[in-house]
């Protein structure tokens, strides 16, 4: 991959047949901002790009949505105060949906169009939605406060279905007290079962998604702790470690069972970083400055790096 030449500066790398999950664009970034402004007092957390060039950004704050064109840096407001946090975000491009964990106990799916909320779904004793994947046949949420998995099974053209499912996770699953604990959520590169990050133990694990069997991924006696979004890009399945600032890639296995971590990256404009999205050449890591307190006037950013 050509690398813009102007971030390498800002950046110390560390070393250490199925499609992929995150957008396949084909820029070189060139020319394109480095940085991405988002509105005074937005609490942004997740990120999500499809096949075009644009990033949406859900608000801790008020559930707000922010479209931004990764070409220009210019932004406007997709959709409005939800009722509910907007957390981990993806993006089914070809059905110009937004799928969105809505913090407490609530999935939405938007319009990219237009911003109008499609559907809502209540999920039964949920804790804290905190991230999204979209797979084959269903999108699954991740729940970071109780030891479950929502599922929203999509019909043969990828009708929404009338409510969620509620999957418990089993297996070597063990959910930490007064922690978080599911946090990041993709798919194995052979499409077949879920990777789901455990922030608190610095673990991976390897999901049935038929049964919710749980069973840790063998890094090799390595971990990502603090692990919060993921990204997966073939095999390389890229980890944000939001206390240590930095992202981790880690090459995993085709079955998702193990993986060896790689390499890692941080940056200097990296301020409490909780998750990220790729396009082209770049990675783009959301800055959620949980170390700063929030004010209407806090300002926040997203950053570009190269994907390494």
Known sequence: ???????????????????AEGSAGSDTGRGWPEVLGLPDGFRP????????????????????????DLRTGRGRELSGPAGTPSVGLKVDSGRHRLFVAGGSGEIRV??????????????ANGGFLNDVVIAKDAVWVTDSFQAQL???????????PA?????????EWQNTPNSFNANGIATTPDGRALIVGHTSSGKLFRVDPATGVAKAVDLGGGSVVGNDGLLRLGRDLYVVENGSNRIAKVGLAADGSAGVVERRLTDHRFDVATTV???????YAVNARFSTPPTPTTTYTAVAVPRF
């Open 163 to 171: 409510a969620a499912v509620t999957v418990p996770l089993a297996g």
């Open 150 to 160: 929502y599922k929203l099974p999509l019909g043969r053209g990828g009708e929404l």
């Open 45 to 68: 957390e997740g990120v999500a790009i499809g096949d075009e060039a644009v990033a949406y950004f859900g608000s801790l704050a008020d559930g707000r949505i922010q479209r931004v």
């Open 110 to 123: 938007v319009d990219t169009r237009d911003g109008k909320v499609l559907a809502r779904y209540a999920v």
């Open 1 to 19: 991959m050509r690398v813009v030449a102007g971030l390498l500066a800002a950046v110390a790398v560390v070393g250490g047949g199925v499609p």
């Open 277 to 283: 999205a790729a396009y082209g050449s770049r990675l």
